[in-house]
């Protein structure tokens, strides 16, 4: 397993003998344990009772969730709802047969919708704080846990890249990518039943360096998309400790939409088509059409943010 420059052939995660430990499951739960320690120093800093940040973490992995997997679902497969909607919302699919899939397929522009949508009940009834108040605290988290989503995707070797020159030292050959595999079987090709032993055959074994060298190098759209999460989390970490930016209300709020939806809208232009309905409008990708209003609602707030302080 090599990285960025030839080859990504990871296994899918973590074989325990007992459990497998996936890698994409495994950057979750970093993802939702970081953002808990951010939050709990940010508590602290405002005198709240850590007692309040149990219920707001079960809230946001409730609402991050079910919003992705929706999100999902209506923005790129409505079709599940009338032809397998069990697999809307549980870790397999039963069409054409069934198979254990983990919660695949999650958009974030649904998750920001359920994260809104659910920080304002919490707002009312837990913090009895104002909805921006909380939002100004809880997106340097979600920013954070953005960064090792993309990152699972990474090693899942999913939402990857247009091709590339191998040439180029970004370039990343996934050797697992679903595109090149539709329709070919890398346990027929290679004669081995294992396919996680087959993949690696392939890469080592040089009777399969044909079959290695037709899968083509891709951007690893994934990490530039990781890369610009960082800079959105710190920029967001730095204005919360480091500024006034917390005492005026909607402006680290609309900052997290206005930088990390222009992340997504920029990266889009490399990223492979995820479907959804951009044939019917055309120019831009799903993504990218999605992320439009995102950025508006941001610039808004910024803007809003100017006359508003908290009282």
Same mark, same amino acid.
Request: aromatic share 18%; charged share 15%.
């Given at each position: 397993?090599?990285?960025?420059?030839?080859?990504?052939?990871?296994?899918?995660?973590?074989?325990?003998?007992?459990?497998?430990?996936?890698?994409?499951?495994?950057?979750?739960?970093?993802?939702?344990?970081?953002?808990?320690?951010?939050?709990?120093?940010?508590?602290?800093?405002?005198?709240?009772?850590?007692?309040?940040?149990?219920?707001?973490?079960?809230?946001?992995?409730?609402?991050?969730?079910?919003?992705?997997?929706?999100?999902?679902?209506?923005?790129?497969?409505?079709?599940?709802?009338?032809?397998?909607?069990?697999?809307?919302?549980?870790?397999?699919?039963?069409?054409?047969?069934?198979?254990?899939?983990?919660?695949?397929?999650?958009?974030?522009?649904?998750?920001?919708?359920?994260?809104?949508?659910?920080?304002?009940?919490?707002?009312?009834?837990?913090?009895?704080?104002?909805?921006?108040?909380?939002?100004?605290?809880?997106?340097?988290?979600?920013?954070? &846990?953005?960064? /090792? +989503? *993309?990152?699972?995707? =990474?090693?899942?070797?999913?939402?990857?890249?247009?091709? @590339?020159?191998? #040439? !180029?030292?970004? &370039?990343?050959? /996934? +050797? *697992?990518?679903?595109? =090149?595999?539709?329709?070919?079987?890398?346990?027929?090709? @290679?004669?081995? #039943? !294992?396919?996680?032993?087959?993949?690696?055959?392939?890469?080592?074994?040089?009777?399969?360096?044909?079959?290695?060298?037709?899968?083509?190098?891709?951007?690893?759209?994934?990490?530039?998309?990781?890369?610009?999460?960082?800079?959105?989390?710190?920029?967001?970490?730095?204005?919360?400790?480091?500024?006034?930016?917390?005492?005026?209300?909607?402006?680290?709020?609309?900052?997290?939409?206005?930088?990390?939806?222009?992340?997504?809208?920029?990266?889009?232009?490399?990223?492979?088509?995820?479907?959804?309905?951009?044939?019917?409008?055309?120019?831009?990708?799903?993504?990218?059409?999605?992320?439009?209003?995102?950025?508006?609602?941001?610039?808004?707030?910024?803007?809003?943010?100017?006359?508003?302080?908290?009282?």
């Amino acid at each position: 397993m090599h990285l960025l420059g030839i080859v990504w052939n990871p296994s899918e995660g973590i074989d325990l003998g007992f459990f497998m430990v996936r890698y994409y499951s495994l950057m979750f739960v970093i993802a939702f344990g970081l953002g808990w320690y951010i939050m709990k120093h940010i508590f602290q800093n405002e005198n709240e009772p850590i007692e309040k940040l149990d219920s707001l973490f079960i809230w946001t992995v409730i609402a991050t969730l079910l919003g992705a997997r929706l999100g999902h679902v209506l923005f790129y497969q409505p079709e599940l709802f009338s032809q397998d909607p069990i697999s809307v919302f549980l870790p397999f699919k039963t069409q054409p047969s069934f198979q254990f899939t983990g919660f695949s397929g999650l958009a974030s522009h649904g998750a920001a919708i359920a994260i809104i949508i659910f920080m304002y009940y919490f707002s009312k009834k837990v913090m009895k704080r104002p909805l921006l108040w909380v939002l100004d605290r809880v997106v340097i988290p979600v920013a954070s &846990g953005a960064i /090792f +989503v *993309r990152l699972g995707n =990474f090693f899942n070797s999913e939402i990857y890249g247009h091709t @590339t020159s191998g #040439e !180029n030292f970004y &370039g990343v050959k /996934f +050797v *697992r990518e679903d595109e =090149f595999w539709a329709g070919r079987n890398v346990e027929q090709i @290679t004669g081995i #039943e !294992n396919s996680n032993a087959a993949f690696h055959a392939l890469e080592n074994n040089a009777q399969f360096s044909d079959v290695l060298a037709a899968i083509p190098f891709r951007h690893p759209s994934q990490l530039y998309e990781a890369f610009g999460y960082i800079f959105v989390f710190l920029v967001l970490f730095y204005g919360y400790w480091k500024t006034d930016m917390k005492e005026k209300q909607g402006l680290l709020f609309g900052l997290f939409l206005v930088l990390l939806f222009t992340v997504r809208f920029i990266v889009e232009f490399v990223k492979e088509s995820q479907g959804g309905f951009e044939s019917a409008l055309g120019l831009l990708s799903t993504g990218q059409w999605l992320s439009i209003p995102f950025i508006i609602v941001g610039l808004f707030f910024i803007i809003r943010a100017k006359k508003e302080t908290y009282i």
